[in-house]
């Protein structure tokens, strides 16, 4: 892997293809499959013309071939026909033995040698005179008989005083003339036939197996009247679409379509391939960006190669900035010690880093190994999770439990002063009275001790004083001042039992809330009041401690129309019920005497504490056994209107006592 | 009980306070009568043959009736229009006290009380009792002198208290002159008055008191 890449491709995004691109790149795939059918076309269009040609120049050259036979032939002719005149005029009248005649006749013995097959003498009257055949000779072969059919020569015999004295006539093989051996050339490229006026083949070079199909040239033998020549090419012209290059080129055309086809296939898995690792890029992109994760990357000298868009926030500087400058929490550059011990392991630390605006961060970064393909480590891959916001509600929730045990610490200290005082208030009492009152007697007896009457107001002065500490302390810690606001008591319940949370996740107490959301705001000490409803809810996590499970409990908020007291408005109500062991008889009365405890550690305060907060803001408790056999412990708070007789009334009583 | 001098009527269950209060109060030579319940001390009012002078010092936690039942007890016979009640109070049971001082009482002491201003505090209701005595035998005195009047008489009194002319109320009346002058004159003298303005000072002084006079018919 390059690393560097990975930073660049941060930045530039892949561009997605156009469509353009893609018609464009759609004609490139196709380009060679059209040029090589423009080829092709070209070729097979040049191939036919010169087919065109070729064939054109054949048929001039059988034209040509024919005539110059035909003339050949007849000059052939002609020249048998010279000689048969000249036999004729050399012939002389007919004697005693015309055949004899005949036959001793030079030129008819040549003629007779040569070509003529027979020859008859004709007289005027058109008599045979006489008649000389060729003889037979051995070992010569029979001509082939052109079927039969013979020809002839005609020379008119002529004397001295008759222009015709009769005739000579000489016939001969049409076809000994054609298949004459003067014309091999021709026989071996061409069958030469000789066909009468009606179209029957006299004669023909070829054996009647054996048919020629090239080009043919038909033209009129004037030699013979009424006969025609015809030359056949023996070699037959092939179509031009089968010649050899022509379907070499069609192959070469299937296979340049099979190939692209191939290169097609193949650059089709290749822009896939590309398209799904565009995509997956994207993909990782937009996962790094909006991972709530910073992600960095760095070269094992620390330096910066990359960095997701939580990373950048979480110190506030952008990618740029980070890489170019290594900026001031350079420090965290090095990989941690023991994660270079520890390779393998995910081993987080936790740390603190400065932002850009000065505020502290905290992180916790991760850091492992960056490897490249090759399996070399390169650099070292770190996410960073920000545990700011987490640290400080674990502060504030740390917070908020000390202010509240702070509070039930010194509610206790105040109840237990309390409890105190009023234990001691009447003995108290009696004292000073009783001090007071023999001091009194004493002054007005005539002749007292000095030093008794002395030591009696002496009394009276310390027990009003021990009176006076007493009232001192329990104002200090008994009479805190509520601060009283309107608040949703809903809230608060939620509040308590989200504190209390781990207590029942370990206790194994699954907690019910049945929350009316009708309920009014009612004005109340926040604190004081989430002190009882965690107190309460403490009690009843407690009281399950022993019992089987399951254990739940229910947490009820409602409108009660019929609290004990009486009033026309409703009460706001909490009950919290457990599964418990129950009250086991006892009544709230005894349940909150101070110092009354079922727990071995409690100090027995706490549900005392609980009813004088409650008094104090207007509000009654109750205990009762709940139904499902634990106890439900409940209490009201009375609509605002009395909170404010109340406060109203403490006014009073405060206004009175700075009288005394 | 047939003393009519002013009496501190003590009532707390706790022995200890009762008996020692009584001692203080008594050595500051003041009458002391102490009472261990509601009950015990409501059965004593109630014994009575002459009308009772003094206060009342009440304890507010008590059994088996607390302060503030035996207060309204104490209401509901009148007696406390007529005697200051003080309650004792511990702490925690202020808001009730509070609570019973506006239902009229007198005032409250918290235990542990500083003696003098205990003492000082009951001084104040005896005088208060003094006065109330005083005004409440006026009141009395009153009521019987307009309850020896004729109903006629009581009838025109207002109309005479308001500066009416004899003739307006003759006319109003329907009564002759001569019998409204005759009214007049036993009005005056019987009530001691010698004015209309006179009459209607003490017309609304009884009214303040709860005496019933008939309005102007």
């Known amino acids: 892997m390059s690393t560097p890449a990975i930073a660049h491709h941060t930045h530039h995004g892949a561009a997605p293809p156009s469509a353009g691109l893609s018609r464009w790149s759609r004609f490139l795939w196709e380009a060679p499959l059209l040029l090589s059918i423009l080829f092709t076309a070209l070729v097979v269009a040049w191939a036919q013309e010169n087919d065109t040609l070729e064939r054109e120049a054949l048929r001039q050259s059988v034209v040509a071939d024919t005539l110059s036979l035909e003339a050949q032939l007849a000059a052939r002719l002609e020249t048998e026909a010279v000689k048969l005149r000249a036999a004729a005029t050399h012939l002389p009248p007919a004697g005693a033995d015309p055949n004899r005649q005949l036959a001793i006749q030079p030129e008819i013995a040549a003629g007779l040698d040569r070509r003529w097959l027979s020859v008859v003498w004709l007289d005027a009257d058109m008599r045979i005179v006489a008649e000389a055949r060729r003889e037979q000779r051995p070992g010569v072969p029979a001509q082939p008989q052109a079927q039969g059919i013979s020809l002839h020569l005609i020379a008119p015999t002529s004397d001295e005083h008759h222009p015709q004295t009769g005739q000579l006539i000489a016939r001969y093989d049409p076809a000994d003339l054609i298949q004459s051996k003067d014309f091999w050339w021709l026989a071996a490229q061409y069958e030469v036939q000789l066909l009468s006026g009606l179209g029957e083949v006299i004669v023909s070079t070829e054996s009647p197996g054996r048919v020629a199909r090239g080009e043919t040239y038909e033209t009129p033998f004037k030699a013979i009247p009424d006969a025609r020549l015809r030359l056949t090419q023996r070699v037959r012209q092939p179509h031009w679409f089968t010649t050899l290059p022509v379907i070499l080129l069609v192959g070469f055309l299937v296979l340049i379509s099979v190939a692209t086809l191939l290169l097609r296939r193949q650059m089709r898995q290749v822009t896939r391939a590309e398209a799904a690792w565009r995509n997956e890029a994207a993909w990782r992109q937009s996962l790094e960006e909006s991972a709530l994760v910073g992600l960095r990357a760095r070269d094992l000298n620390g330096r910066l190669l990359f960095a997701n868009r939580t990373f950048c926030e979480m110190v506030g500087y952008s990618v740029d900035e980070l890489v170019e400058h290594d900026p001031e929490f350079d420090h965290l550059a090095h990989p941690p010690q023991d994660a270079a011990s520890h390779p393998t392991q995910r081993v987080g630390h936790e740390t603190r880093w400065r932002h850009r605006d000065g505020r502290m961060v905290d992180v916790v970064v991760f850091e492992s190994p960056l490897v490249d393909g090759a399996g070399q480590q390169v650099g070292w891959m770190g996410s960073i999770v920000d545990v700011t916001e987490r640290k400080r509600l674990a502060e504030l929730e740390r917070k908020q439990r000390e202010v509240l045990s702070n509070h039930a610490r010194l509610s206790t200290l105040g109840e237990v002063a309390s409890t105190l005082a009023h234990e001691l208030n009447q003995p108290l009492t009696s004292i000073v009275s009783y001090s007071a009152g023999i001091a009194k007697a004493l002054e007005k007896q005539p002749g007292t001790r000095p030093d008794l009457l002395a030591a009696a107001q002496a009394l009276s002065r310390h027990a009003s004083a021990a009176g006076g500490i007493v009232h001192r302390i329990r104002e200090r810690l008994a009479r805190r001042e509520l601060v009283l606001e309107p608040h949703d008591i809903n809230t608060i319940v939620s509040d308590a039992v989200a504190l209390l949370k781990l207590d029942f996740k370990r206790a194994g107490v699954s907690v019910q809330l049945d929350l009316d959301a009708g309920l009014p705001r009612v004005r109340m000490d926040r604190i004081g009041i989430e002190q009882v409803i965690t107190n309460l809810l403490r009690n009843a996590n407690d009281a399950m401690a022993a019992t089987p499970p399951p254990r739940s409990l229910q947490v009820h908020t409602l409108l009660s129309h019929n609290p004990p007291l009486g009033s026309a408005q409703g009460w706001v109500t909490v009950a919290i019920s457990d599964t418990g062991p129950g009250l086991g008889g006892r009544d709230i009365e005894t349940l909150t005497e101070a110092f009354f405890s079922t727990k071995k550690e409690g100090t027995g305060l706490g549900l005392a504490i609980c009813r004088s907060i409650l008094e104090s803001h207007g509000g009654v408790l109750h205990a009762q056994d709940a139904a499902g056999g634990g106890a439900c412990f409940s209490f009201s708070l009375p609509p605002d209107k009395t909170i404010n007789e109340a406060t109203h009334h403490d006014n009073h009583a405060t206004h009175h006592l700075s009288m005394r | ?217």
Request: proline share 4%; glycine share 6%; net charge negative.
């Open chain 2, 1 to 217: 009980m047939t003393t009519t001098q002013p009496t501190i009527y003590l009532c707390d269950d706790d022995e200890g306070v009762r008996t020692s209060l009584a001692f203080l109060l008594r050595q500051h030579d003041l009458e002391v009568t102490s009472y261990a319940s509601g009950p015990e001390l409501l059965a004593a009012i109630d014994a009575a043959t002459v009308p009772l002078r003094g206060i009342f010092v009440l304890d507010v936690r008590m059994e088996p009736l607390s302060g503030l039942q035996v207060h309204e007890a104490l209401i509901s016979r009148g007696l406390d229009k007529r005697m200051p009640v003080l309650f004792l109070s511990g702490h925690g049971d202020i808001p009730m006290a509070v609570g019973a001082m506006a239902r009229g009482a007198f005032s409250f002491a918290e235990k542990p009380y500083a003696d003098e201003a205990l003492v000082q505090l009951i001084r104040q209701a005896l005088n208060a009792e003094v006065q109330w005595h005083g005004r409440m035998a006026r009141v009395d005195a009153l009521r019987q002198l307009i309850e020896g009047l004729s109903r006629q008489q009581v009838r025109l009194m207002p109309l005479v208290a308001a500066g009416e002319l004899n003739k307006t109320i003759a006319w109003k009346m329907e009564l002759s002159v001569r019998t409204v002058e005759e009214h007049r004159r036993k009005i005056f003298e019987r009530l001691n008055v010698h004015s209309a303005a006179e009459l209607a000072t003490l017309l609304a002084e009884a009214r303040t008191a709860g005496i019933d006079i008939a309005a102007t018919p």
